[in-house]
């Protein structure tokens, strides 16, 4: 997949969680989310601190407000105006130089696992574009393959979970990031 895919991959994926973003109810945001430990307001804090660390590498820094629902978009619109003028390699703070094809799949997967992640928690619906999905796919099985810096102790995943030939493609795709496909925030309300 080349860079021009990659980045139409990542706005769409960043359009749909930005779409849910914005209709999550207030009280929604204590939700468990099936990242361990986080909520739904902690998990979006998380996407915008990431989101916002690389447009600053490329991007004049912003003020943020007290709602990261209400930052969500703002900060997902510069994440895609840095990708777009970064060229071939990007500046992650936390690794340097990076590919920007390799950021790019990366992001694309992990925006539809957090998508999955606030749908799980707030037990609605998620609906995937089946073009997306089977595009996603190969890019979580290299994201997670043998050797990758996102596994394991000190990585950004949990030990995989196995691929289901009866899985839908979603849930394969959030089984490789070491999500259980059948999580369920009521098994885990506080």
């Known amino acids: 997949m080349d860079l021009t895919d990659l980045l139409r991959l990542d706005a769409t994926a960043l359009a749909l969680i930005g779409h849910d973003v914005a209709l999550i109810p207030d009280s929604a945001l204590a939700n468990p989310t099936p990242c361990e430990g986080w909520t739904v307001a902690d998990l979006l804090r998380h996407m915008n601190e990431r989101h916002d660390a690389v447009a600053q590498t490329v991007l004049a820094s912003v003020k943020e407000s007290d709602d990261p629902r209400d930052d969500f978009a703002r900060i997902a619109a510069r994440w895609m105006a840095a990708l777009e003028k970064t060229g071939q390699t990007v500046e992650i703070p936390w690794r340097g130089p990076t590919s920007t094809e390799w950021v790019l799949g990366v992001h ?5 696992v957090h998508r999955w992640d606030l749908a799980s928690a707030l037990q609605t619906p998620l609906v995937v574009p089946a073009r997306l999905a089977e595009a996603a796919l190969p890019l979580a099985r290299a994201n997670t393959a043998p050797g990758s810096p996102l596994n394991g102790p000190g990585g950004a995943y949990r030990q995989p979970f196995a691929e289901d030939p009866t899985n839908s493609v979603m849930d394969n795709i959030v089984a490789l990031l070491g ?4 999580w369920s925030a009521q098994d885990h309300e506080r």
């Open 108 to 112: 694309v997967v992990d925006m539809l």
């Open 179 to 182: 999500r259980n496909p059948r």
